[in-house]
Structures are given as C-alpha cells and as structure tokens.
C-alpha cells in the first residue's frame, strides 16, 4: 500500500524536537530545503494502492539512506546512532523524540530492492537541485563537467584458486546433506587441511609444494561434482546453479577471459588499473562526472563488461544532462578516452599534443582536470564506494549511486556549515565593537 506519514499528532507529556533543537543546524536547515514532496511523487510508483500493508514513509527511507551514505554507516550502526541523534529524527521527518528502531535494518535492503536502480538517480538529482536552490551551485556549472572512471570493488574474499576450491567443496557438500544425498567422500576434513597447508608453503615462498596442493584440492572438487551428477540426475534450481558455477571454477585456467571469482557474486570482474600497490581489482567499472568548477557530481554509474572508457562517455555526459537538466557543452577527460566514440554536440578537451593550439583559458581548465581525483578518493573513504556490501548487480548500481548522493550531502551539510559559523564570526565581532561603548559582554560564548 501507499507509505504511511510520520506520525505528527501532539503527544500529552512529550515536548516536540522543533523548539528544542538549534534551528541553525546543517541538518535542521536541511530538512526543510530538501523537496521531499517530489521524491515522494517520483517513487509513489514503488507503492500499491490496495495491496499489502502501508509502507514505510518515503521520507523517512529516503533520509536514512541519505544519513547512512553521508556518514558512512552500515545499516545496523545507522539505527543505533538514529535513536541517539534528535537531528537525525527531525531530518527524516519525525516530530517527537524516538527511543525505538523505527524500522528493522533489513528493511533496507528491501526498500532498495523495491525502488531499484532506476528511480534511485532521483536521490542523486535531489541533492544537486537543493544545491542549485540554494544558490551553492549555478545552473550552468553543469555544462562544463570532468569525467572519470575509477573501480568500485565489491566485498569478497581475494579469489585465489585454492579458496575458490575449499568454497565450492563447502557448498557442495553443504546442499547434498541438505538434500539427503550420501556422498562416497565429503573431502572436507582433508580439503581444510590442504588449504592451510597451501597458504603456509605459499607465504614461505614454496611455490611448487603450494602448486601441488592446489591440485589435489581441485582434483577433490573434481570428484565431487562427479559424485553428485551421478546420483542426482535431475537436481533442483538451487543446486543445479552451484553445480554450474562450481564446475566453472573447476574448468577455468590461468588465461581464460569471463572468469568466476565468487561464488555468490558471478558479477564481478577483474579490473586492472595500472596501479603499482593494487594490481588488480575485483568488481566492477564506475564512471563518475563532476562539475569542473566547484566539484558537484552530476552522475554516478556502474559498468559491467570492463568497458573501455571512451565506450562509456556518451552514456556518462547523457546521464549527467539528465539529472541536471543542462546540456553538457564542454566535457574534460584524461588520455584514457582516446579514441572515444562520443558524436555529440559538446566539446571533448583532454590533455594531448595539441594543447598549443588552445587558448590560455581552455588549458587553464585542462589543467583542473585532475580535481576529479579527490573527489573519487572521498567518495571511496568517505560515502562507502570503496567495498560495496550489496548484493547482485543492482546492489553494484545503487551503491554508485548513494554513494554520489552521499558525497554531495555533505558538500551541502559543509555548506550551511560554514554559513552558520561566518553567522557567529560576524556576531561576535560585532559584540565585541559593541562592548568597547556598551560596556557589554566581550564575547558571545560569555553571554
């Protein structure tokens, strides 16, 4: 059913949070300026009219997750610390001091799930438009933007073929007892064992013992998958994909391309950035865009495929013009995009031999490429890009996507920040000119 609304009626022995709290704060300031009425509008298609349940308020999923991003909390620590924090409370819309859970955490995911990739950019478009609103921002920064990739790691375990195998003989055996299905041999015991043992001679830097042993731990998820295909001739949807994905992993070699690195995640990949501290990476390709004056992210994606990144410039600026409303007419981009395949009507600058033949200003502008890569490694540190816990290829999108929500949340909790203390900066001096005629207090903390 439609969401239900935060529950606003007077409540007899409970005073209300608005008199109480500091209606100067960040997020004080915040929950009024965010259109929280077109959000609602935008997902009301996620709700059934007559089916189910009411939902949850819109409001109040929509400012957790903007809370959980901007501060970086998992889902869990996001509850305990909404209970403790007013500011918090009146953000997502509540009248009255709650000393509950408002919801159960999985409900997140839920909601998430519910909502999709899709209709998610509009959280991501909010916080841009609020900007605009408030005048941090101009409309027409939009239309000159730096693009980006960067890797998006997704959260398992280092796929090394040893783990890869112990995993799937787990798993294997696991669904077969559950089954009911009498195995000639688990290998579990012996298959533990040689997994320790390969990672001792591995470290110690004896790499043909530690070889030997990752071969007899695949010749035991060999016979394994054999057992079980003789004795199960017809087996179930669930076992039937991890005896697909299991005899995958048992047939992939060293230089084979569309590898599987996690059982429960087929969808990462192996991305290899050129960096000299991490080889490689395993998850999937983002593609970010900023504005190149005061570094606002206009888009966040998530590539499946490893693309090359001049294959990902078209969608990158059309997404950005799409959430900002602004044509894009000069975009700034590294030799990574060589050889683009951009046909469009803005200009693509990046720094080459030609640079010569520009203005001043436009090399000026080359030069500012680089402040995408702050802006990335913040979104990493600071908004939850840089290990993604979400299931799935969608959980890949709505990361990306909350994760740039996030970034520019705090840009806007800085921004009226910094608008509160140049307040009390002015006052103060101004009491302190005061004082010297007025014989009145010389400090505002002494009032």
């Known amino acids: 059913m439609t969401p239900q609304k935060p529950d606003r009626h007077a409540q007899l022995f409970q005073p209300p949070l608005e008199p109480i709290l500091n209606d100067r704060h960040p997020l004080y300031k915040l929950a009024g300026r965010i259109n929280w009425q077109a959000i609602d509008q935008e997902l009301a298609c996620c709700y059934s009219e007559d089916m189910g349940r009411p939902g949850n308020a819109t409001r109040l999923m929509v400012g957790l997750h903007y809370l959980k991003y901007a501060y970086d909390e998992s889902d869990e620590s996001l509850m305990a610390r909404w209970v403790e924090n007013p500011y918090w409370q009146y953000f997502c819309g509540y009248a009255y001091m709650e000393h509950k859970f408002p919801i159960d955490s999985s409900s997140m995911s839920r909601w998430r799930h519910r909502v999709g990739p ?4 509009v959280l991501l478009k909010e916080t841009f438009s609020t900007a605009v609103r408030e ?12 693009v980006d990739t960067t ?21 294997l055996v696991k669904l077969a007892r559950e089954r009911g299905i009498e195995l000639r041999q688990s290998y579990v015991r012996v298959s533990k064992k040689a997994f320790f043992n390969q990672g001792r001679y591995a ?6 013992r530690a070889a030997k042993l990752t071969k007899k731990l695949k010749t035991y998820l060999g016979r394994l998958i054999r057992d079980i295909e003789r004795k199960v ?11 697909e994905r299991t005899k995958r992993i048992h047939a992939q070699k060293r230089n ?11 969808e990462v990949e192996c991305i290899s950035k050129g960096k000299a501290h991490k080889r490689y990476e395993f998850g999937c390709k983002v593609s970010l865009s900023i504005t190149h004056k005061n570094n606002w992210i206009t888009s966040s994606a998530a590539l499946h495929g490893n693309p090359f990144d001049g294959h990902t410039l078209s969608e990158t600026i059309g997404r ?29 600058y990046k720094p080459d031999g030609k640079l010569k033949q520009l203005t001043r200003a436009i090399r000026d502008k080359i030069k500012r490429r680089s402040a995408i890569e702050p802006t990335i490694g ?3 540190s600071d908004n939850r890009m840089g290990r993604n816990y979400l299931k799935g290829a969608d959980g890949d999108q709505i990361n990306a996507i909350l994760a740039a929500a996030g970034y520019n949340m705090r840009k806007l909790i800085a921004a009226f920040l910094y608008a509160l203390t140049e307040f009390v900066d002015f006052l103060e001096n101004w009491l302190n000119e005061t004082a010297k005629h007025l014989r009145a207090p010389r400090s505002l903390r002494q009032i």
């Open 118 to 121: 899709e209709r998610m950019e």
């Open 135 to 146: 005048k941090y921002v101009k409309p027409s920064d939009a239309s000159k933007i730096i």
């Open 151 to 171: 890797v998006q790691e997704k959260a398992i375990a280092f796929p090394t073929d040893a783990r890869l195998y112990l995993k799937s003989i787990y798993r």
């Open 203 to 208: 470290r110690a830097k004896q790499y043909k």
């Open 233 to 243: 001739t017809s087996p179930d949807d669930q076992l039937a994909a991890m005896l």
């Open 256 to 266: 084979d391309n569309n590898k599987l690195y996690s059982l429960d995640a087929p």
């Open 320 to 348: 950005s013009q799409s959430n900002t409303g602004v044509d894009v007419k000069e975009a700034y981009v590294d030799q990574g995009y060589r050889g683009h395949d951009y046909i469009g009507e803005a200009v693509i």
């Open 378 to 380: 913040h979104v990493k």
